[in-house]
């Protein structure tokens, strides 16, 4: 898929989450998920890079963190 392709699916990947998240527990569909957790300059971006290939562009930046992102 690449990564232009992997840039976008997170747009369509978080507007199914709002709308499951609207119609609650009768909709059972199990989105992969990821969470990394660390210390700052832990290397989480890097960790999150080689699993999609690169970062920016991709993750909401805000300064020099990378918050989290639905």
Do not use: Y
């Amino acid at each position: 898929m690449g990564n232009r392709g992997m840039e976008d699916l997170i747009p369509l990947v978080n507007r199914l989450q709002e709308a499951l998240s609207t119609v609650g527990q009768s909709c059972s569909l199990h989105l992969p998920q990821i969470a990394v957790v660390g210390g700052q300059s832990a290397g989480k971006s890097s960790v999150l890079e080689n699993f999609v290939g690169r970062i920016r562009g991709i993750l909401p930046l805000q300064g020099k963190e990378v918050h989290r992102f639905w």
